[in-house]
């Protein structure tokens, strides 16, 4: 977490790379079974900019993604938003366990792609703390080339779906917990549910210099790709602070090669650019995060951008925030048998806050940001998904 460069773009890199190559990833990152834990150490640089560090596991790579928000949020709109990295994430994890499976049932794939959408809304008043965001289930758009009957096709995807932990933390209510610091003290948590780990250690403290792309990593294209707003667009409005606000993510993807790389495209709530980002669930070599780092990474994300915004309508002085977020993504089962489960536990995040105002509010702010976060929301609830198939041109039912 370098001390020095203070925007996304400073250190004149792209805005997502490899920081570190893994010796023994999980099975479960490649589509098989186990459980793998996500570590994210991320922090706000200016306005609503974050930089994170994913590691996927222990023995998995580690990527540096940022995240920032668009006009409607005041953000300079050059990184993705967080709502984009899990977009994409639903999107990435779903076809590419649905490759896996076919293969496995003699229905490979000439060409799959899905449409997918995530519907948010925020009520209440961000001025007197009272913001609630919410979530609803998605539907899942695939279109697929295959020479498999119809009815393989279906049960494939449908099984591609149940396999996938991405899906899972929709489907799962979670209880997530957290652990609060404030100036280098961990101060009791109060109203959300504390985690009972051993404190975490502030990435401002872990990490000295800026990450930098791995030395020798692999050319090719870029892991996120900004992709400007169309000209065409209404000039985007800014996201009310209180009412009854909807936020519509709209989401398009493929997979654009035979090892099965996953290209999403994220469209915003409101005009503003579109970011193509790309996942990559081989076991290896892989040339992009797996779709497990862009869900972990956009539900941090997403969480320290409704803490900036709270401390930005309120004028607090908070001078700096910084989370290590983990959580434990798994799938159980067989693949021969169509048993295959993802499966999630509660995310743990440990937020780390600069600050001279007193410990109470510092537990508003993580209250408040707890209810505002939509990615939260979502992880609370029970939002299980489905798919509707298109099989070579033709709809089909399910």
Request: net charge neutral; proline share 7%; aromatic share 6%.
């Amino acid at each position: 977490m370098n001390r020095q460069a203070e925007t996304i773009t400073s250190s004149g890199y792209p805005l997502g790379f490899r920081v570190a190559r893994g010796e023994r990833p999980s099975q479960v990152l490649g589509g098989g079974t186990g459980e793998v834990t996500m570590r994210v150490e991320a922090r706000t640089l200016g306005g609503h900019q974050k930089e994170a560090l994913v590691s996927e596991g222990e023995g998995g790579d580690a990527w540096r993604l940022v995240s920032d928000e668009g006009p409607n949020l005041k953000g300079t709109d050059l990184a993705p938003f967080p709502l984009a990295f899990f977009n994409a994430a639903l999107h990435a994890d779903l076809l590419q366990r649905a490759r896996a499976l076919g293969r496995a049932h003699d229905a490979t794939f000439d060409a799959l792609s899905a449409e997918l959408d995530n519907y948010y809304t925020f009520t209440g008043s961000f001025f007197k703390g009272t913001g609630k965001g919410t979530a609803d289930p998605v539907t899942a758009r695939l279109a697929a080339k295959s020479a498999a009957s119809p009815e393989r096709v279906t049960r494939v995807l449908d099984a591609a779906l149940a396999a996938s932990p991405v899906h899972a933390a929709f489907a799962t209510p979670l209880v997530n917990v957290f652990a609060l610091y404030v100036n280098g003290r961990r101060c009791p948590v109060k109203r959300v549910a504390a985690a009972r780990s051993a404190d975490a250690v502030d990435p401002f403290l872990a990490h000295g210099k800026a990450p930098a792309p791995l030395a020798g990593d692999e050319a090719g294209e870029p892991i996120i790709t900004r992709l400007d707003p169309d000209p065409n667009d209404e000039r985007p409005k800014l996201i009310a602070p209180e009412g009854f606000v909807p936020i519509l993510i709209r989401g398009a993807s493929e997979v654009v090669d035979s090892a099965g790389v996953v290209a999403a495209t994220a469209l915003p709530a409101s005009p503003g650019a579109r970011f193509r980002l790309l996942a990559d669930a081989r076991p290896a070599p892989r040339r992009a995060p797996t779709p497990l780092a862009l869900a972990a990474a956009g539900v941090a994300f997403c969480y320290m951008t409704q803490l900036s915004r709270y401390v930005e309508h309120r004028k607090h002085k908070v001078h700096g925030i910084r989370v290590v977020q983990l959580n434990r993504f798994g799938v159980s089962g067989r693949a021969e048998d169509f048993s295959l489960r993802g499966s999630v536990a509660p995310f743990e995040t440990h937020v780390f806050l600069n600050a001279d105002e007193p410990d109470e509010l510092m537990q508003t702010l993580l209250e408040i940001a707890e209810n505002t976060c939509y990615l939260h929301a979502a992880l609370r609830s029970a939002l299980p998904g489905r798919v509707e198939v298109a099989l070579n041109g033709h709809a089909l039912s399910v």
